[in-house]
């Protein structure tokens, strides 16, 4: 049975948005998808019965689609407003499987128990999220909406402009792939930028304890990034003379590269190597 949601997600949404008087926030990127037939592939995406985290879940896009194929729809809201909004539709729905929290997804522990996340993102928080992800241990597969240019990010490879510390977090974490674009006018508001959908399985390559060395060295070597690697350490992390050679070689980099020019793996062994030289004192 086709719901009105299914028939006609702008004006379901339209219609939410006049009887509460919600006017989307510029402050948190509020952007809410209007199309059936995007909220309905991205749903499909998800392997049916499954346990469900849906990251900013505005007025229910994606939420509504996915609790008909889902088991469960756990879906964090930061904005009390929408959240209220949607958990009166739900009820009139009678949508049992779907819990609303009304809390920061990114300072959420996650359960550890398998499960999928889903997000049409918000653009202030794309970036965050991603980081957030990688330790996220029960995640089987994300898939998030995000801005195009993060999407380009995502998928750079080293060398190019795009290329970046969430690049390097991303590939580390994630195979990263490109799924969909989906234009402005699918949107209300209508965002300036395309949105791309993209898909991030686990590849549990980086370790926990990695992971916030890892963070440390690339944000730190990124604000030099056109700087030689050689450079880059001592300005960046203060790394000098016998140490500096030590952590060159152990990681396997040559001081002649630039830091955008270094793969992902590269600076997973300098992270590695730089900690085991901290440890050692």
Known sequence: MRTSWDRDLRGFLLGMMREHGIRPSRALGQHFLASSSVASRVAG???????????????????????????YVACCEIDERLARALLQAIRAEAIPNVDI????????????????VVSNTPFVISSRLVARLCSD??????????????GHR?????????????????????????LFEVP??????????????????????????DLA???????????LRRKKLSKALQMGLGVR?????????SSGLSP?????????????????????????G
Request: negative net charge.
């Open 137 to 150: 241990k029960g995640l089987l597969k994300a898939v998030l909406g995000v801005q195009r240019e993060v």
């Open 213 to 223: 060395n890892l963070e440390e060295v690339t944000r730190a070597l990124f604000s």
């Open 256 to 280: 002649e590269q630039r830091v955008y020019e270094v793969p992902p793996e590269g600076f997973l062994r300098l992270a590695r190597a730089q900690r085991l030289q901290s440890a050692l």
């Open 241 to 249: 003379g016998a140490e500096l050679e030590a952590l060159l070689e």
């Open 184 to 209: 402005p006018e699918a949107y209300i508001p209508r965002p300036e930028v395309s949105t791309i959908f993209v898909e991030l399985k686990p590849r549990n390559l980086v370790k926990a304890e």
């Open 45 to 71: 995406l998800v392997e049916p019965r499954s346990i469900v985290y849906e990251v900013g879940c505005g007025l229910g896009s994606l939420t509504l689609f996915l609790s008909k194929t889902s088991q």
């Open 101 to 116: 929290v009304v809390a920061d997804a990114l300072s959420l522990e996650l359960s550890g128990i398998p499960h999928f």
């Open 154 to 178: 995502l998928v750079a490879r080293p060398g190019s402009d795009d290329y970046g510390r969430l690049t390097v977090l991303a590939q580390l974490c994630f195979e990263v792939k490109t």
